[in-house]
């Protein structure tokens, strides 16, 4: 059951559309999301299958860490570059996040959980986002904002990304918690990621529709 | 100990959840703004095609205008003119040679007349092509125009005709302008004197068209909605951003002054 976890349910849902509809986009874009969803599903199955044989798996979460740090950035990237040149901003913000991935492992082993990462990181992709809808706002034409892709894309980042803020900060003080069979920070963790992964599927379906128009 | 975890735990789970609704009010917030924002460039195209048919409407009008100062020129004038030769050379007897000379004579003046009134004619149709050349000529044509009716007294002072800067859009407005008070007053003021003065100052160009006529109540008019006429000046106005002072008494004439942002 741990296998099917709704976190993989919802990955898995997210990889199938990504490969149907995003993955012939003409763009690098679909296919870098296309592939982290896959890294995601595999490195979540990995993670289940170890924590069923009771083995330590945060270690996972850390290689996992550096390709969504890639994978988010340049994601924002795409998004952004059609409004504003984002490279001085983007340079800053990997310049800020990659150095303390890295330098963390200095001091820790690399079977602890990268928290001070995963929390700056999740600041840097809210401001981001928040750049991008202020960058939507200034421009002078309207956009369909029903059938927009990047839009509802950098949506389901903000929510993942801002709404984990609190869980991040205060992660090791109430681990211990249990409520019911899992951790309250897990059932945040799975509420997480179903927004997230909802909004880009329906991303993927505005895609969907707008290639249909386009075709 | 339990009981402090008990607390952070709810304290992360209801600011997460605050943490949560935040971006729905943000997405709400940027939906609303869009709508709005699209409204604005909806209606912004809206008004740029009212303009164009406005515009285009002007030009069909003044054309007519055109149009019917030739037919009304080529009756009266060219028609009779050509209608006289006709008669004098018909009667023309060529056993009496003096007389017959004379008949002649008389004939090839009517035609010079005729070939002169058709050459101010000419002029008349290329004048719609004076607006391209300038405000100033086309104002000047249009006096020409009432000129040569013969029935009024002009006084002019034009001095737009060495302008070097135009703008189209407004020149064809301006012309169709003084066409509609012209004929306002051909039609209603039963006028001897007119005097029409246009100058360029501080980037506003002044037209200014005054006559002795029978004068009219201006309020009266304009809540009678029957006549179109005076509705479409200020409506041409307005879109060009100008000013209309329409100044007139029953009995002591009529004075009307344009001023126009120009270019």
């Given amino acids: 059951m741990r296998y099917f ?85 983007f340079i800053i913000g990997a310049g800020i996040v990659y150095p303390m991935y890295f330098s963390f492992f200095i001091n820790h082993p690399f079977a602890d959980l990268n928290t001070i990462t995963i929390t700056v990181m999740s600041v840097v992709f809210t401001l981001y986002c928040l750049y991008y809808y202020y960058l939507l706002l200034k421009d002078e034409n309207f956009i369909e904002i029903k059938t927009h892709p990047q839009f509802w894309w950098v949506t389901g980042v903000l929510f993942y990304y801002f709404g984990s803020t609190m869980s991040n900060i205060f992660d090791g003080l109430f681990t211990v918690k249990i409520i019911g069979h899992v951790t309250l920070r897990y059932c945040i963790y799975i509420v997480l990621n179903l927004i997230l992964y909802s909004f880009w599927l329906y991303s993927f379906i505005c895609r969907m529709k707008q290639q249909k128009l386009q075709s | 100990m339990q009981n402090e975890t008990t ?33 604005h460039v909806l209606e912004k195209q809206n008004m740029q095609q009212k303009f164009e048919s406005e515009m285009l409407q002007t030009r069909v009008e003044v054309q007519d205008q055109t149009m019917q100062s030739i037919a009304t020129e080529l009756h009266d004038n060219v028609g009779q003119l050509l209608s006289l030769t006709t008669l004098t050379l018909s009667s023309v007897n060529l056993n009496d040679v003096e007389k017959a000379q004379k008949k002649i004579d008389n004939s090839l003046t009517l035609v010079n007349k005729s070939i002169k009134e058709l050459r101010e004619l000419a002029k008349l149709l290329h004048g719609e092509q004076l607006v391209e050349n300038g405000i100033g000529h086309a104002i000047d044509q249009e006096i020409n125009w009432l000129n040569k009716a013969g029935s009024y007294e002009l006084k002019i002072n034009n001095q737009l005709i060495d302008l070097q800067i135009t703008s189209p859009n407004k020149d064809l407005i301006i012309l169709r302008l003084l066409q509609e008070i012209i004929n306002n007053i051909i039609k209603h003021a039963q006028a001897t004197d007119i005097q029409i003065d246009s100058h360029l100052t501080n980037s506003i160009l002044h037209l200014r068209v005054a006559e002795n006529g029978i004068g009219f109540n201006p309020e009266e008019t304009k809540s009678k909605k029957s006549g179109m006429g005076l509705n479409s000046i200020y409506k041409r106005i307005e879109m060009i951003n100008g000013k209309l002072i329409l100044n007139s008494t029953p009995g002591e004439g009529t004075s009307i002054s344009i001023e126009v942002p120009y270019p």
């Fill in chain 1, 5 to 89: 976890s709704p976190i993989i349910i919802a990955e898995l849902i997210c990889l199938i559309a990504a490969i149907t509809i995003i993955w012939k986009d003409k763009n690098a874009f679909g296919k870098v999301i296309t592939c982290y969803l896959a890294i995601a599903l595999v490195t979540e199955e990995a993670a289940a299958y170890m924590a069923i044989r009771g083995i330590h798996n945060l270690w996972l979460f850390n290689i996992f860490i550096f390709f969504e740090i890639s994978t988010i950035l340049y994601g924002l990237y795409h998004c952004l570059k059609e409004y504003t040149n984002p490279k001085p901003i």
């Fill in chain 2, 7 to 39: 607390k952070i735990a709810i304290l992360v789970a209801i600011s997460t959840l605050v943490f949560l609704i935040v971006p729905v009010f943000l997405i709400l917030y940027i939906r609303s703004y869009n709508r709005h924002k699209k409204n």
